[in-house]
Structure formats: C-alpha cells, structure tokens
C-alpha cells in the first residue's frame, strides 16, 4: 500500500474530493443523495433530483449541467446507462467526471473517469437494491461499503438512514483531505412546506469542522419544524404536563396572571402563539394533546 504521503502528492492536482450515497425509499417512492467533501458548498455542485424521476451526482470535476440534462432524459425514461453515455459524448473532461444515477426504479448507473484518483488510484463504488454509494480520494474501498451497509440496516426514517450512511463512511476513513462541508436532499411527490416543493429535506452545510454532525443537528430541527406530528407521538396532556407547559407558557409572557385549571381554550390559544414563534409550526394542535417530540424538544430548550 503506497504511504499516505505519497498518495497526497498523487492527489494534489485532483478535483472535488467527495463522497455521496444515492438512495430510493419504494414504499413512499421517497429518493434521496447525502453527501461530505473537503470542498464548500459541496451540496450546490454535486446534488440533482426530481420527485418520481431520480437523483444524479456529479463529483470530481463536477459538471452540474449533466444533472439538470440527465433529469430531464430520466424524465423521459431513458435508461440511466444511456443517459450516462449521452452525457458523456464530446465531454472532453469524461476522464476527470464521476456521475451517478438512481432512476425511481432503481436502474443505475455510474461512472469514474480514469483522472479520477483514490486509495489504490481508483475510486470507490459499492451498490444494493436501493442505494448506491461511490467516492474519490477516499481512504479505502470501505468507505462506500460502509455506506451502503448502514443505509440498509439503518432503523430510523429515510433521511436519517442517509445520514447514518455518511457517518459510516466517516468512520471508516472517509476521504484523505479531511472534512468541511455536507447536504442532504428528499425528494418527494407533494412535500415540502405547505405540499409544494416536491422536495421535503433540503439542508446544506457550507462550512464546517464537523459537517455531517451539523447535518444531523440541522435535520433534528427541519423534522421539527416542517415535518407534521405522527399520531404515535400525540398524547393526552396531563396534569404534570400541564404544570410544566403552564410554567413555560407563563414564564414567557404567553399566559398572563393567574393561569386557569386544566388544558383549555386559553392555554391552547397561548401554546399555539408560543410554537408558531418557537418554528413549531406544521404541529400546532388545538386541542388537548401534545407531540412528545415536540415536548421533548421544548424540554431540551427551555429546561424542565
């Protein structure tokens, strides 16, 4: 194995160090890229999707025309390996790209330039029946492999399973540069505020000494404030619960004087002014129950 600094000066003149996963969700028809590189705004560059259509990466020296153009021959159900070689054909800087395509039906295909360098001087790519993982000036073949590994295994919802995958590849060395900037995209038919965007996780982390850990506190707070309750997580407020929102709601001027007893019309009124400017707002309730992640969130915050 060549030394670690022999492979930075290998590496010195590439491009776009970056490693991404390309996901599908096909019980909610959900489509996903999560992404980390030594670069900037790494999100901008290299994520492209289209709720029902697919998701692109366009890595190492990113065109991201080919991921507005490759969306558009998905769109028109063009295989995603012909879409790779129509976007490829004249590219006089094919040897230095690396592209990705999930298709909504899980066709796919990929492509690393022979420019395009990593642990061995070839760039890594590991693939299941939903995901697709690949990387360049990485640290080992593990990495996309441990990607694709956590993603299906993961337990928790679409986006934190892409999330858990970036970890994993983290965790098993990542890329050789280091880290510093990460993005996470969903998307999806009827999501995203108020059902119109067709996209319902867009977070981007430009600049960062832990990007991914950032990511996952950021997508903590885009659940809470643009996802609605589950109705497994409403409970009925009850007398302790009460007290306690009944001291926050005081405390922060939503209650004035001597409160009333009981969960009614006045404290629901002030709870619902309270979560609209705490960026609670697609769980506001009007009645007596309350999110628990919501409670446990506001816990976390206010103290209690």
């Known amino acids: 194995m060549p030394g670690r600094f022999a492979i930075f000066r290998r590496l010195r003149y590439s491009r776009g160090m970056t490693y991404s996963i390309l996901a599908r969700d096909p019980a909610t028809g959900a489509l996903g890229i999560a992404v980390q590189s030594k670069f900037p705004g790494v999100s901008g560059l290299i994520c492209h999707g289209r709720a029902g259509v697919g998701v692109i990466a366009t890595q190492a020296f990113s065109n991201p025309d080919h991921g507005g153009r490759g969306l558009d021959l998905l769109a028109l159900k063009v295989p995603p390996a012909t879409v790779l070689e129509l976007l490829l054909a004249g590219d006089d800087n094919e040897g230095e790209r690396q592209i990705a395509i999930l298709a909504a039906d899980g066709s796919r295909a990929q492509h690393t330039g022979a420019e395009v360098l990593s642990w061995d001087g070839e ?7 939903n995901a697709l993982a690949h990387g360049n000036s990485l640290a080992s073949r593990k990495v996309p492999e441990a990607m694709v590994e956590a993603f299906e295994a993961g337990k928790g ?3 934190a399973r892409l ?3 970036l970890e ?4 098993a060395g990542g890329e050789l540069r ?3 900037s990460a993005g996470l995209q969903v998307f999806e038919a009827g999501a995203g505020y108020g059902g119109r965007q067709e996209k319902s996780v867009d977070i981007s982390i430009y600049d960062h000494e832990d990007p991914i850990g950032e990511l996952a506190r950021c ?3 885009h659940r809470l404030s643009y996802f609605p309750s589950k109705k497994e997580n409403l409970v009925p407020i009850d007398e302790a619960t009460d007290a306690y929102l ?3 709601l005081t405390g922060e001027g939503y209650l004035k004087g001597a409160p009333p007893a009981g969960w009614g019309a006045e404290k629901i009124k002030a709870m619902a002014r309270f979560m609209g400017v705490e960026n609670y707002d697609n769980r506001i ?3 007596a129950m309350i999110d628990t992640e919501v409670l446990a969130d506001i816990r976390t915050r206010k103290g209690g």
């Open 178 to 180: 280091g880290v510093q």
């Open 219 to 221: 997508y903590r707070l």
């Open 157 to 159: 919802d679409f986006a």
């Open 246 to 248: 009944t001291a926050v």
């Open 168 to 171: 994993a590849g983290e965790e």
């Open 163 to 165: 999330i858990a995958a």
């Open 285 to 287: 309730r009007g009645d």
């Open 123 to 129: 760039a890594g790519m590991a693939a299941s029946e």
